[in-house]
């Protein structure tokens, strides 16, 4: 970055989840002024902002009037749900989208991204096709075969997928794929059903200048589509892991800029293959909190900023398990949280959210062990632990 602005910089934080307040953090470390906007008061990073505002991001207009209000440094998104094509408009007035605009626009939805990935890079990619109705949805998911797996082409967090194991289930996943997409419209995406053994995340750090660095992979489980813990180191060969870096850096340098992406992928016995892409950190990279010296969110940062990016230190076995909400309602507190920092090794981040519903991820517990078994279990007994406490 050689037109490097000296500090202190503003940043506008496009999404003010957990993740996005954890880069929040980082970026109040370095001295940066800190612009946190989401579509509901009170969310995560604003409580650790400078200023924060509410507003949809899907409302073009509002978004072009709060990048003109504060003129960021830094525009960076931490949700999909976004009016990309005025983020386009912006970028080419000058303002710097992290890690660009079109790499926000081509990972807003999984047509996008899979499309790149597959057709134009030739990444394997499971099997897929799109559907716009329940009828196609049938038509597509007979041509994919079952099972199969359904989701919107655009969600977060794993919400609206589910797996097709016949055709009687087509209308269910239907329908849940419409409660949990984001967006105007719903589109689905069918995939080939993945026999894997490991599904991973390689968070992918690119410099402005095109060099890449890659942290360990990490090793998740989902449920619902959604993640539940994550641990590190994953277990990958030599081979399994040159896979996965060659087809990280072959998508990440398509989308350009700099910043972190987490970058996921299916590893079966024979294969690793491309699954999604977040040019942003990942949530099952919360993991990185514990087990090395810089985390995701400070890795992305010194990206953005150019900084100097150095040799990760790492410090052994770690996991992450997170805390969930059991009931929905407004946020009075937490219970067991003396418990759960009883565990040998165990670290607690409360994200501060205001209201809970049910499977809400509140929370996250961090853990050490000599091995990843006693790291997941540790992790796993200090958030079991936590009760999130509803009004």
Known sequence: ???????????????????????????????????????????????????????????????????????????????????????????????????????????????????????????????????????ALLEACDRIGYPCVVKPVMSSSGKGQSTVTGPSRVEHAWEFAREGGRGDELRVIVEEFVEFHTEITLLTVREWDGHTHFVRPIAHRQERGDYRESWMPAGLTDAQLE??????????????????????????????????????????????????????????LRAILGHPIPAIRYYGPSASAVVLAEREGRVAGYDGVERALLVESAQLRLFGKPRAYPFRRMGVALATGEDVAEARSRALEAASRVDVRIQ
């Open 1 to 135: 970055m050689s037109d490097r602005p000296e500090l202190p910089r503003t940043l506008l934080l496009l999404g003010s989840g957990e993740l996005g307040k954890e880069v929040a953090i980082a970026a109040q470390r370095m001295g940066l002024r800190v612009i946190a906007a989401d579509r509901y008061a009170d969310a995560p990073a604003m409580q650790v902002a400078d200023v924060s505002e509410v507003f949809s991001m899907l409302d073009g207009d509002a978004l072009e009037a709060v990048v003109r209000k504060y003129s960021p440094d830094f525009i960076v998104p931490e949700v999909e749900a976004i009016r990309t094509q005025r983020l386009q408009e912006l970028e080419n007035d000058g303002f710097r989208v992290i890690p660009t605009a079109e790499a926000a626009f081509l990972t807003m939805d999984r047509e996008a991204i899979r499309r790149v990935a597959a057709e134009e890079l030739g990444v394997r990619t499971p099997a897929f096709a799109f559907a716009e109705s329940l009828e």
């Open 243 to 300: 896979s996965a870096q060659v087809a990280a850096k072959r998508v990440t340098d398509r989308m350009g800029g700099a910043g972190l992406f987490g970058v996921e992928f299916f590893v079966t016995d024979d294969e690793v293959i491309f699954s999604e892409l977040s040019p942003r950190p990942h949530d099952t990279g919360m993991v990185t909190m514990i087990s090395q010296d810089l985390s995701e969110f400070e890795l992305h």
